[in-house]
């Protein structure tokens, strides 16, 4: 016999464990292995190809637009909008959502599961190409704390996107290439409204090295991102409640 | 236990299922409909997986979309055959009973495998079972937690007739203990031993509801069409007519469709009448035998 709702952290832990073990797939795991391979081998040939210049705004340079604006959403893309899309895709929601449990925690339970996977996969091709282009300490801290910050923040934003549309991999790499790739790029007001302008802020707050749109404090570059992860898995949560289940 | 009031629901411009009202109770009710009917839709409104557009469902007391309690005292299994495929049987099921807010998670699936005649050390993921072995694990998952109200989606597809016959009776005893059990099935001979209760849906309409032999009879007492071919197709309807073998009929050159409301009596005289005056029959072919037509004039004569 049921005993009654479940409770808020017991929920979470599920939710997290489910959605793991759905996630690490071998294929996403080496296509995601590949990507942050080629970061790291276009990084060691910038660090080769400019031997004479500082080694620090060559690494903040390669890790900001190789890692930042592709490896760290893409990957973030792949398993946070899996994570519950997949399951509303395939029909196995209904094994989550038809429980006595609260909807936040689910969500929550996938966007943690979701993090776990994707920060290892960007963090340490990063900090690998960090050592590579030899650029110090650093920029190794820079790059662990952006990735942080952005892994999150894009982890919530693409869980929810699964939530929203169909085929959320394709409109979220629509989003990366033409939002945070492209239009970021027109100017600061722009930057303002992409994930980007913030992690590359706090790279720039703390390796001191000017990056285009980049001029944000270091605890706007990591507040703005997490009210955003926050705003991202509340609408996650309403979106899961109200939504038709198959 | 289950009450149902004026239920529509639409997706656009299509209406899956149109002002449909009844109440269950414990015991084992079947809801009888043809593929595209609307049972699906139906059985996901009562579990709060969609709203419905008008009306309203009540399980146990509750709206299961809004009240969190109730839904751990609804147990579904969904048509679709989707489950968790990396996992194991008693993956599945033990995680349907920690959602569920089971305590002694480990014993209730392996209760519930057991019910369902499903091992429950085999360490195979479900992804790689048959459709039959699928279908006993979504039961195991939706009986682990000894729900009030069982809701089944067609249950008993892909089971062999063994396995039939065992969900069947199981189905009994779980209605005999008082629990709501609701199945839905578009075989009719699957509902025919499935309970005495049944709900018939057609278009996403109630056709007819209450005691499955009363329904069988207004089904079997229906108008029927059928369609003779024979040379003299004129001769052979007048005779039919005279005779009052049929209710009526309409004539081609070597072809006649009649109306009877008692096909039996026609079966039977169809052969001998056509011999008497030198007819030679062709074929004679039921036009509306199929379910479809059953169900639809079920719904059409309310």
Not at chain 1, 223 to 229: D, E, G, K, N, S
Not at chain 2, 146 to 162: A, F, Q, R
Not at chain 2, 234 to 247: F, K
Request: charged share 20%; aromatic share 6%; with cysteine.
């Amino acid at each position: 016999m049921s005993d009654g709702a479940v409770p808020t952290v017991r929920a979470i832990s599920l939710t997290y464990r489910l959605v793991m073990r759905q996630l690490v797939t071998r294929g996403r795991l080496i296509a995601l292995a590949v990507v942050g391979v080629v970061v790291v081998v276009v990084s060691a040939a910038v660090g080769a190809s400019d031997a004479d210049g500082d080694p620090l705004e060559r690494g903040v340079r390669v890790i900001s637009d190789l890692g930042f604006t592709a490896l760290v959403p893409i990957v973030a893309l792949v398993f946070a909008a899996a994570s519950l899309g997949d399951m509303r895709e395939d029909s196995t929601l209904v094994y989550l959502w038809l429980r006595p449990m609260d909807r936040w925690p689910v969500v929550v339970g996938a966007w943690a599961a979701a993090v776990t996977v994707s920060l290892p996969l960007s963090l340490v091709p990063l900090i690998v190409s960090a050592v590579v282009v030899d650029a110090g300490g650093a920029l190794v801290g820079a790059t662990v704390l952006a990735a942080v910050v952005g892994t999150i923040v894009y982890s919530a934003l693409f869980v929810l996107a699964g939530l929203l549309v169909k085929n959320a991999i394709v409109w979220g790499l629509a989003y990366v290439l033409l939002w945070e790739g492209l239009v970021a790029g027109f100017g600061s007001f722009a930057a303002r409204l992409a994930i980007r302008g913030y992690t590359r802020s706090i790279i720039t707050s703390r390796t001191g090295i000017d990056l285009d749109l980049g001029d944000l404090s270091l605890a706007t570059g990591i507040a703005v991102p997490l009210v955003v992860a926050v705003a991202a898995i509340g609408l996650a949560s309403v979106r899961l409640r109200a939504m038709d289940v198959a | 236990m289950v009450e149902v009031t004026g239920v529509t629901k639409s997706f656009g411009d299509v209406v899956a299922v149109s002002d449909v009202s009844f109440r269950v109770d414990a015991g084992v009710t079947a809801l009888l409909g043809p593929n595209g009917a609307g049972k699906s839709t139906l059985f996901r409104v009562m579990c709060g997986l969609t709203a419905p557009t008008r009306g309203s469902v009540r399980v146990l007391g509750h709206d299961a979309r809004r009240d969190r309690e109730v839904r751990g005292r609804i147990g579904l299994a969904p048509q679709q055959d989707s489950l968790f495929d990396r996992v194991s049987a008693r993956q599945f099921v033990e995680f349907a009973a920690q959602t569920l807010g089971v305590v002694d998670h480990a014993e209730a699936a392996r209760a519930a495998l057991g019910q369902v005649a499903l091992p429950v050390d085999d360490p195979k993921p479900v992804g790689s079972f048959s459709k039959g072995m699928r279908q006993r694990v979504k039961l195991a998952a939706a009986l682990v937690h000894d729900p009030d109200v069982l809701i089944l989606d067609e249950p008993l597809t892909g089971l062999d007739p063994v396995q039939r016959n065992r969900m069947i009776t199981f189905f009994h005893e779980l209605g005999d203990a008082g629990k709501c059990v609701l199945v839905s099935s578009h075989v009719l001979d699957e509902v025919a031993r499935l309970g005495s209760q049944v709900l018939v849906i057609a278009q996403g309409r109630l056709g007819a509801s209450g005691d499955y032999r009363a329904l069988r009879a207004l089904m079997d007492d229906r108008p029927h069409r059928v369609r003779v071919a024979a040379d003299r197709a004129r001769e052979l309807a007048a005779a039919l007519l005279a005779r009052g073998l049929i209710d009526g009929v309409s004539v081609t050159a070597e072809e006649l469709v009649v109306h009877t409301n008692d096909v039996d009596r026609f079966g039977r005289s169809i052969a001998p009448t056509a011999r008497e005056l030198g007819v030679r029959l062709r074929e004679v072919e039921p036009l509306d035998d199929d379910l479809e037509s059953v169900f639809r004039y079920l719904v059409e004569r309310r």
